[in-house]
């Protein structure tokens, strides 16, 4: 009997010991004073114990009941660096970490993770959106600063649209289908749900959760026990396109029952910006609910949305900032003694997501997500028919029109000509023209018998509709390797129609082309925008408030991907090798039948499909503990967007010959190095693209023979090379003291001479839905991406007493106009009958094809501010001024306008000032001041 108990006995050691349960330990201190932290989140990240704790008085923390196992520890909260590292816990009754030494920074206490401004959010008439915002909570030296600083003057990493980064939410991708970039007024106001995402990959950095694009991977966990538990306010005023911003969070924290509850709001507001004439109107809303049922499953249900009205601003000729400043905006006029903008951005697009969290066991877990997002996007914009464009910057309302003269180009203007110049100038400067005269537009319609508008405002409407399911598999196949698995399906149905919004005191808008006619029974007509409308003839064609103009279709896009992703770890290097497999489908569904293209405007189009695929790796060299070198190479091939599919959608389902997925491949090295007082970054990066599209509106003059049109251009093959070095350096040379500098100097170029495509209803009349003339000779341009190189030097002091204060220096270079391809055609040169046009010669061909670089320019930052501990409760104050300097001369970005259609007028100084490039400018000196309370 002993013996069997004694063996009972040993049976059940060795059974608790196999499944002992550890408490795990340690105290949170100030690195600079040694004083203990308290109130900062801790959390295991691992595949079972998922709960945060919060330091205490003395700054302790514990975990109870931890299983074997390796995790992640977690330390953030407001005023310090996130701090990480990996713990392994086998057979222990206690791990106690002991002083875990943290870093002060201020710049944690009240940013969220998206700092993209609203100022750079990408209009339909800019091209200058900086992506550089989703870099921010990097621990990267070079990824912060470059995000911080040099990111709040358009800089972009490595020169790549923010069309490349991959934004997702539970890890549902959040991109559009139409232009591959995220929406971020989508879920804007909502730092406190975004302030730190659950991953954030650099570049073609290796991703759990997705293979990611040229920019990096950023993952949102919206399930409200990864967030900050408890009441958060906030209230902030700035000056640039909105005045002020408040938030409300309300977090339970995952109670004992299982909960969790969040809530979060915000509204920013402005009833005029920094821009002349632009207002600002945004509410934002987050709802989460996180059930933990046991240790192995979790659901979150997540709804979130953001209600946005703003109008925009227009960029300018130099010709307009001369005459009016850089605040000057040209959609503006005065109505019934109120400001009145015809550039009304509309955005509301829900989305809600159903999130199972499934922990399969401590070495495994599976996620799965379902999603779907709707509602809708508009832009207006003045339209008319048969009348003058109303726009004040219009060509013909401009001092310069009067100076210019067809049979006398460069020659000395006449008195006449002088004197109407100087007549416009003046009526320009005094405000008499320079704005929309909405009075005028109103007697105009009034004046029209038959109740048609002469004038009136539309919108181009996008409705979205998108489901996804996406599903990732982690797990560790042994001690040393790691193993990811995902998938994901979306369908995407997109109505885009033109809609008629106020007919300003007329009755109802002609659905007819009044640019281009037809004989119909020996009698001249306009071409109807849709033959199938059965009204009788009274009302045939005749569109009222409300209803669809123009042109109504939609876009039926399905995606498909499988992602597989293995890490291999050892002493010296890890290895990780990821790869991709994807399918996209798109079609086009016209609800019109134009009738200038009865045959491609209605009903179903051909199936447009893509078989994608990539590959990636990453190399990490161990050197010790402080040095390493990282290698990373990726090569895939990307399917086209819908915009790049169907180039003039709203005519017609005529896609160019020859479309294909684009070829990408890209390629970095860096030495790292990771001292207690110094983090040091160098990197070379290679980047190749192929066989990409580019797509624009507008019209050209003299296209061979000297007609006008209004084009979509297309430019097919086009290849893009982006090459540079990134050197970033941060060192702590005093406890209270850091020093930051950061160097990025790029050359980004194209590198083939791509195929250009026009699509023009005059081509269309003639039975021609496009016309290719031939190559575009775009090799060795530069990319207009922004500054190509810039520089920043910082320097920051903590006070142990919980203030900071911080200035920059920032300098950037390169920065070059978006060239027209179509001048750098041979029908730029060539008449009519194809012969080269009688004035060429070569030095006046390189003037008028020259790429312009605007100015390099030196910008001073300054940031402070103070937190505060009141009992339980913290608060703090903070603020920045950027370009203190008030430096007004910095341009953001240009593009060529494409007006400029032959050689006889691009070398005309007075046509060249009426057409040249279009301009964003910096604004000047702008704040932003912040104010929170937190319990």
């Avoid at 109505?495 to 119909?520: C, H, M, P, S």
């Avoid at 890209?666 to 190749?688: E, H, M």
């Amino acid at each position: 009997m002993n013996k069997l108990l004694l063996s009972i006995s040993l049976f059940a050691a060795t059974v608790a010991m196999a499944q002992t349960q550890t408490k795990v330990t340690g105290v949170a201190k100030n690195a600079a004073t040694g004083e203990e932290v308290y109130n900062l989140t801790v959390r295991l990240g691992g595949v079972v114990v998922n709960d945060a704790a919060i330091t205490d008085r003395i700054g302790y923390f514990q975990f109870v009941d931890v299983p074997d196992g390796v995790y992640k520890l977690q330390i953030y909260g407001v005023g310090y660096d996130p701090y990480e590292k990996e713990i392994t816990i086998i057979g222990q009754a206690v791990l106690d970490l002991g002083d875990i030494k943290l870093t002060f920074n201020p710049n944690t206490a009240e940013v969220g993770i998206i700092t993209l401004t609203d100022d750079e959010l990408s209009d339909d008439e800019s091209t200058t959106a900086s992506n550089s915002g989703l870099l921010q909570s990097s621990r990267d030296v070079f990824a912060r600063v470059s995000a911080y600083e040099l990111g709040s003057y358009w800089f972009k990493p490595r020169g790549l649209d923010n069309k490349y980064n991959d934004v997702m939410f539970n890890g549902v991708r959040m991109n559009k289908m139409d232009n591959g970039r995220a929406t971020f007024n989508n879920w804007g106001g909502l730092n406190d749900v975004t302030r730190r995402p659950d991953e954030l990959t650099y570049g073609i950095e290796p991703s759990n959760y997705a293979f990611g694009d040229l920019g990096g991977v950023t993952n949102f966990d919206t399930r409200p026990s990864t967030m900050r538990k408890g009441v958060s306010l906030a209230y902030s005023s700035t000056n640039r396109s909105y005045r002020n911003r408040v938030m409300a969070t309300y977090n339970t924290g995952l109670m004992n029952n299982g909960w969790a509850f969040m809530v979060s709001g915000s509204r920013r507001w402005a009833e005029e910006g920094i821009i002349e004439g632009t207002s600002y109107d945004a509410y934002a809303y987050y709802l989460g609910i996180e059930k933990k049922f046991n240790e192995h499953h979790t659901l979150n249900f997540t709804s979130f949305g953001a209600p946005t009205r703003r109008t925009t601003g227009s960029p300018n000729t130099q010709e307009v900032v001369d005459m009016k400043g850089i605040y000057y905006n040209s959609y503006w006029g005065w109505q019934d003694g109120e400001k009145r903008n015809e550039r009304i951005k509309k955005t509301f697009e829900p989305v809600n997501m159903l999130t199972h969290h499934w922990n399969i066991n401590n070495k495994s877990k599976l996620t799965t997500t379902l999603s779907y997002q709707f509602g809708k996007e508009s832009g207006s914009r003045l339209d008319w028919f048969n009348a003058n464009n109303p726009s004040p910057t219009y060509y013909g309302n401009m001092p310069s029109y009067y100076l210019f003269d067809r049979d006398n180009i460069n020659g000395t203007p006449t008195a006449f000509q002088q004197a109407n110049h100087d007549r416009v100038l003046g009526q320009w400067q005094n405000g008499e023209i320079s704005q929309l005269n909405w009075g005028k537009l109103y007697r105009a319609n009034s004046y029209s018998k038959d109740g048609h508008a002469v004038y009136w405002l539309t919108a181009d409407v996008n409705e979205d509709r998108t489901a996804t399911a996406y599903t990732n598999f982690q797990t560790e196949l042994a001690p040393n390797i790691d193993f990811t698995l995902a998938a994901s399906y979306q369908n995407t149905r997109s109505k885009l129609y033109r809609e008629i919004q106020d007919l300003l005191g007329a009755d109802y808008v002609w659905n007819t082309d009044d640019f281009n006619t037809l004989v119909d029974n020996g009698t001249s007509r306009y071409y109807r925008y849709n033959i199938l409308d059965t009204r009788g003839d009274s009302e045939r064609d005749k569109i009222r408030k409300g209803e669809k103009q123009e042109y109504y279709y939609e876009i039926n896009r399905d995606y498909a991907d499988l992602y597989s992703q293995t890490k291999v770890k050892s002493k010296l290097l890890d290895v990780t090798i990821g790869m991709k497999a994807a399918y996209t489908s798109f079609y086009r569904d016209g609800k019109f039948q134009n009738e200038m293209y009865k045959d491609s405007s209605y009903g179903k189009s051909k199936t447009y499909d893509f078989w994608d695929f990539g590959v990636k790796s990453n190399f990490l060299l161990k050197l010790d503990g402080r040095n390493f070198v990282q290698a990373n190479v990726m090569y895939q091939t990307e399917a086209p967007t819908s915009d790049e599919i169907f180039p003039n959608a709203r005519m017609n389902d005529v896609t160019v010959e020859g479309i294909e997925s684009a070829k990408i491949f890209s390629s970095d090295l860096s030495y790292v190095l990771r001292a207690p007082r110094i983090k040091a970054r160098a990197t070379a990066f290679y980047t190749r693209t192929k066989d990409e599209i580019e797509k624009s509106f507008g019209y050209i003059d003299g296209t061979g023979d000297e007609s006008r049109l209004f084009v979509s251009e297309v430019t097919t093959g086009v290849g893009k090379e982006y090459l540079g070095t990134e050197l970033a350096i941060e060192a702590q040379v005093l406890p209270v003291l850091t020093i930051s500098a950061v160097a990025s100097i790029g050359q980004y170029v194209y590198k083939d001479n791509p195929s250009y495509n026009l699509y023009s209803d005059d081509y269309g009349v003639q039975g021609i839905p496009y016309k290719n003339f031939g190559v575009a000779y775009m090799k060795n341009y530069k990319v207009a991406s922004g500054p190509q190189s810039g520089f920043s030097l910082s320097a920051e002091y903590r006070d142990p007493k919980f203030w900071w204060v911080g200035v920059s220096g920032n300098y950037l270079m390169n920065n070059y106009v978006d060239p027209a391809p179509y001048r750098r055609t041979l029908g730029f040169l060539t008449n009519s009958n194809g012969s080269v046009v009688d004035n060429v010669t070569e030095e006046g061909l390189r003037e008028v094809l020259k790429q312009e670089k605007f100015s390099d320019e030196f910008m001073l930052n300054v940031n402070l501010g103070k937190t505060f501990r009141i009992g339980k409760y913290s608060a703090g104050i903070s603020g920045t001024v950027n370009n203190v300097l008030n430096n007004k001369n910095y341009v953001t970005g240009g593009f060529e306008q494409m007006r400029i259609g032959n050689y006889s007028n691009a070398i005309d100084k007075n046509y060249q000032r009426m057409f040249g490039p279009k301009m964003f400018y910096g604004m000047g000196t702008t704040y932003f001041a912040n104010v929170y309370f937190r319990f």
